[in-house]
């Protein structure tokens, strides 16, 4: 199992990005997928899920309306657009296997190096 992030960078407050997620090793397609975060001296929180055929989403309150996860089961990718970025949004941005609940992680396995996203002007 394998997680590839991309897409991060640094954006001004109030700006956009789109991070993505290219997965190997399994049946991408039969797993919903979840991005979590880890902000500077924090633990790691769960962002956002998509189910397995992308019809269900959830998200945290703290991105709820400015942040859209979708994904392209024909190209093991999973995206998180982020829309109206905050200073508090800055953290390093991980994708994994979410629960059957979507509203957390799978395992606690199996993380990829990630993508740091900073928001600052």
């Known amino acids: 199992v394998q997680f590839v992030e991309s897409g991060g960078g640094l954006v001004q407050p109030g700006g956009s990005l789109r991070v993505s997620c290219e997965a190997s090793?399994?049946?991408?397609?039969?797993?919903?997928m979840g991005w979590f975060r880890q902000a500077p001296g924090k633990g790691r929180d769960f962002v956002a899920a998509v189910d397995w055929n992308g019809v269900k989403t959830t998200y945290a309150d703290s991105v709820k309306g400015r942040f859209t996860i979708s994904r392209d089961n024909a190209e093991n990718t999973v995206y998180l657009q982020m829309n109206s970025l905050a200073p508090e949004d800055t953290a390093i941005y991980y994708c994994?296997?979410?629960?059957?609940?979507?509203?957390?992680?799978?395992?606690?396995?199996?993380w990829g190096q990630g993508t740091q996203v900073t928001v600052s002007s």
């Open positions: 090793g399994f049946m991408f397609s039969g797993w919903n």
């Open positions: 994994n296997k979410a629960s059957t609940d979507l509203r957390g992680l799978w395992e606690d396995d199996h």
